[in-house]
């Protein structure tokens, strides 16, 4: 499966073109309502964004039917991900805005303007970023609830590779939370942040974590167990990987507050249930990804009420 970053961007590649600038999407009008995805309103003015993203990207073809197709997509994608309690935090998605800005050799504040010049909004770019980032989740979700390979496909797969057995890095791991009520998030988040990072630098082993934690008010310490690189959290693998063994991760605002998670070991695993779990990994290609998500959204289209207004 693709990762949350290169999905969003490889569908987002045109900001490069926009060198020489470029027209805006149309004159801001009266608003009106286009469309109700299960009692949720689409706007003529978010499928006048979509339209100008799309024009950036280069599409061809009726791009106004394109746009509310995407729209329609779109929000189907966000209430599956509220009903399956999936919330992508601010901060992942500002972040991936500025790794966007970066790959295009542009600050934040630079893709603002080309975005507004071209009439797509930074807004709107970022609702897409949150929607392919929890879409993501989404899917990863559903096809680890599905069956993995059968023993006769693990044994096939081991002999198209030679007959080697695959292994994987087990981690042991350690997850620090530093509650934030929901109510008191814009009063305490900077201070719970700066005690999490506090923590996380004196951070050496798990042994410790609890007796540094006792003197803290709102701070809860969850022993993860092992946890196959695999099966790692999507938005935690990248920083779980590059995190040496009795360090911890850098800390991430998150939906319950601010997070990090400790590395308390790691060992190289070659058993049946690892080949099995990295051969299904491995045969989840672009493809079949690009294919489940179709259907998963087809499934959702046959469910939904759409009415066009």
């Known amino acids: 499966m693709l990762s949350n970053s290169k999905r969003w961007m490889r569908a987002s590649v045109f900001v490069l073109a926009l ?60 209430q599956e991900m509220r009903r399956l309690n999936v919330n992508i935090p601010n901060e992942m998605v500002e972040q991936a805005y500025q790794r966007f800005a970066s790959g295009n050799r542009m600050t934040a504040s630079q893709l603002n303007q080309v975005l507004a010049q071209a009439g797509v909004t930074a807004d709107h770019f970022k609702e897409f970023i949150r929607s392919q980032i929890g879409w993501s989740r989404v899917l990863q979700a559903r096809n680890s609830s599905q069956t993995l390979l059968s023993e006769q496909d693990v044994v096939a797969k081991m002999l198209q590779q030679g007959g080697q057995k695959p292994s994987a890095t087990e981690y042991m791991l350690q997850q620090v939370i530093f509650v934030v009520p929901a109510s008191q998030r814009g009063q305490l988040l900077g201070k719970r942040k700066r005690e999490a990072q506090a923590m996380r630098d004196r951070f050496r082993s798990c042994d410790t974590t609890r007796d540094f934690a006792k003197g803290l008010v709102d701070v809860t310490v969850r022993d993860l167990g092992r946890k196959l690189e695999p099966e790692l959290p999507p938005d935690w693998k990248d920083l779980i990987t590059a995190t040496s063994t009795g360090g911890a991760t850098k800390v991430r605002e998150t939906e319950r507050g601010v997070e990090f998670i400790g590395i308390c070991s790691t060992r190289e695993v070659s058993d049946d249930r690892v080949a099995q ?14 294919k489940a998500s179709a259907e998963y959204l087809a499934e959702l289209r046959e469910k939904a009420r759409i009415n066009r207004r």
């Open 277 to 290: 779990m990295v051969l299904q990994n491995d045969a989840t290609g672009d493809e079949a990804s690009e």
């Open 19 to 78: 060198a020489g600038g470029a027209a805006v999407a149309g004159q801001a009008g009266a608003t009106e309502i286009r469309y109700v995805v299960n009692n949720a309103p689409i706007t003529s003015y978010d499928i006048d964004r979509r339209v100008a993203f799309l024009r950036l990207q280069r599409e061809g073809g009726n791009l106004r039917d394109k746009a509310s197709e995407q729209m329609i997509d779109q929000t189907l994608r966000t």
